[in-house]
């Protein structure tokens, strides 16, 4: 795993982490955390001279990334390039969250820290990622979308300009945002208990949903699967808390799509717009964090301006409940009720098992007749013995 298994660690009562492998660096909770990359073999004048292929300018702005395995080798190929290239940046892996706020041009961010020295800022530079394909080089092209990409795989020894189409991945998680509008019923996944703030972020989300008149789950599955998540048909959708790499999961085969966080707030939080930035770090929707947008207060019933769904052309209701109206709770009144409707108001889940036609194995006492036991069949089910067979 990517992130620092704290959960475990607790189990065996650790004061401290040894993390071996390839690591998200995401912040901890509560133990430190010593990380040991390891060190893959990086051909340092093969890299260089793919860099200068793609990179002819000596002028250019250019931010070099790497995966963690290679930071190792980082020093030595920033020797071989700053003389010819005055403008390269090389970016320092570090394993925790500045200690103080970070200085105007200062980039703190997927473990990674470097100086914009670029006139206008991130949108004038290019990035240059060592490393193989995969879900980190995913993550920084997201987030990073207004800045043109290249990579140098080491296994291979080629370098190459990213030719994945970012705006057509933006475009999938868009269309996301407008299905979890659409959603009724969204299920919080919990994917990670060791990253520093999922409690909040959860907790955020449930109100987040409460204030747009959805209803939610909280669900803990471990690893999120198809087959795991079909056992919740009455969930529209399902929103993912994991680390910035992992939040990014490919839902094409899920039976519901499954959202990041930022994703929902944009579908939920009228207060933020769209503006091309793609967050991935969840840590960044908690207040006081720099991207934290506060809900606008709640509008009446009667004064909203209906929505249209852009998927299914429906009419929806856009307007947000207000946090302090009481929620719909079992009454403790005597009085005479229909159980299962009254169940059916308050849980999402009821409603859908009251609509379906099996609702799983009845008792029905009193309603069976009483049998003596039989002697049942014997054999497998596609030859039992008292079958007959065709020779």
Known sequence: SCCVDEVAAEHAAAEAVLHYGPACLSPCRKLPVLHIFGQQPLDIERCAEAFRELYPDRQSHVV?????????????????????YPNIVFSRVVYEDPPGPALPREVWQFGRQFLVEAPGGLQDCAMFYVGAEGLALTSFMLTWNCCPFSSFDPTTGCGRRETLNVNRALMRRLYLVERA?????????????????YLAVLQHLRELLHRAGKRSYTLAVGKPNPAKLANFLEVDIFVLVACAQNSLLDSSDFYRPVVTPYELELACNPARQWTGNYLTDFRDLLPGACAHVELPPAVPAAETVPDV???????????????????LTPSTALACRDQTR??????????????????GLEQQLGQTPISKAVQGRRGIAIAYEDEGHEQ
Do not use: K, N
């Open 342 to 359: 009254a169940l059916a108001e308050i849980s999402p889940a009821a409603s859908f098992l009251e609509s379906r036609s099996w609702r």
């Open 181 to 197: 509008r659409d959603a009724r019923v969204v299920g919080i996944l919990v994917g990670t208990l060791g990253v520093a703030g």
């Open 64 to 84: 070099v990334l790497s995966d963690v395995i290679y930071a190792h080798a980082m020093g030595e190929l920033e020797q071989q390039l700053c003389l010819e």
């Open 309 to 327: 769904s852009l998927i299914t052309g429906e009419m929806r209701a856009a307007h947000l409940c207000d946090p302090l109206a009481p929620q």
